[in-house]
């Protein structure tokens, strides 16, 4: 392992922020983390995934562990299920393609989403009606201080709305290693039904899709609305659609009639951000370098040197503007790095 000096991290995170690590250094093993965890002389360590959610603010004064530990493997199946073993450094994108090659089912709807798997459940990160937690098994993760590998169920991680036990609780106390996935062989449980799947879909004359073909239109629907992070900087959607209660919910559509919402449950309601966001006219607005994507509000994008001082001040902006037109609060999906 080498450790590197005021490395810059602008190749490391998607928003392509310009920003310096005092120290960096890349492990490839669960070993090798192990032992650049026990090393002193830092005041602090930092883990990087694959930088897709967050927004670095200021230069890391830290040693940066860059996790990139690879690997993806079976470990038990049936006629109708597969276990599998993904390493975390892994792309989550790459992972879903994999699974798809060899007729697994169940990650397909989260197709092309950026990051990588080792912190995927941090977010139970999710896309058109599925979240990570619907195949999730259970992962192992590293004990910050002990070094100790710990097992933890699908009910030890508390997964909610882009929420867990490692973004609360466990927060800066494991880093993940490895995520199982229990998918489908067979009779695959396709939801086709949220968003504009369906629509693609009949617009490919597909009646009866594959999994495949399930994963294509999420695909199709991604690149037509969320910009490359290779050609224009974002961390995909940066804030969370808000979840509001009964009350709440009956006051905003009573004066906003025509607005789009996802019924949770008798007493919740998800409201999507993207659309007030877009209400209050921040739609392809452009300040400077950082701006708001021109075909989906949910995505604040660097158009090249915007720092992520410039980037958070935009997004503190649209909160307070969505507060005061519908008395809704929406917050960060991404990880603010101050």
């Not at 919402?261 to 998800?270: H, P, V």
């Not at 739609?283 to 950082?290: E, I, L, N, V, Y």
Request: aromatic content about 10%; charged content about 25%.
């Amino acid at each position: 392992m080498e450790i590197n000096k005021d490395f810059s991290l602008k190749a490391y995170n998607t928003f392509g922020i310009d920003v310096k690590a005092k120290f960096f250094v890349q492990v490839q093993t669960v070993d090798e983390l192990s032992e650049i965890l026990k090393r002193d002389g830092f005041h602090q360590k930092f883990i990087l995934g694959g930088g897709s959610n967050m927004l670095l603010t200021t230069d890391i004064d830290a040693l940066v562990i860059h996790i990139a530990i690879k690997g993806i493997t079976v470990i038990s199946q049936t006629d109708e299920h597969a276990m599998i073993k993904v390493m975390a450094g892994e792309n989550w994108h790459e992972t879903v393609l994999w699974c798809l090659e060899r007729g697994y089912g169940g990650l397909e709807n989260m197709s092309l989403i950026p990051g990588n798997t080792g912190t995927a459940p941090v977010q139970n990160i999710g896309a058109y009606g599925a979240e990570l937690k619907d195949c999730f098994v259970s992962c192992e993760a590293i004990n910050r201080i002990t070094q100790e590998l710990h097992h933890f169920s699908k009910d030890d991680c508390k997964f909610g709305y882009r929420e867990s036990y490692f973004k609360n609780e466990g927060k800066d106390k494991y880093i993940i290693t490895s995520v199982t996935f229990k998918l489908t062989k067979k009779n695959h449980k396709l939801n086709t039904s949220y968003g504009a799947i369906e629509q693609e879909l009949t617009k490919h004359n597909i009646s009866n899709p594959t999994i495949k073909e399930v994963s294509n239109a999420v695909i199709n629907i991604r690149n037509s609305k969320l910009p490359d992070p290779k050609d224009l900087g974002n961390s995909g959607s940066f804030f969370k659609n808000p979840v509001i209660d009964h009350d709440t919910f009956n006051r905003f559509s009573q004066d906003n009639p025509q607005a789009p919402f996802y019924k949770i449950s008798d007493t919740q309601y998800k409201i999507p951000a993207g659309w007030l966001i877009e209400q209050c006219g921040f739609k392809g607005k452009r300040f400077g370098d950082a701006g708001v994507h021109e075909k989906q509000a949910l995505v604040l994008v660097n158009y090249g040197n915007a720092t992520g001082k410039e980037i958070l001040e935009l997004a503190n902006t649209i909160v307070a503007s969505v507060k005061q037109r519908f008395n809704i609060k929406i917050g960060p999906e991404v990880n603010l790095i101050k």
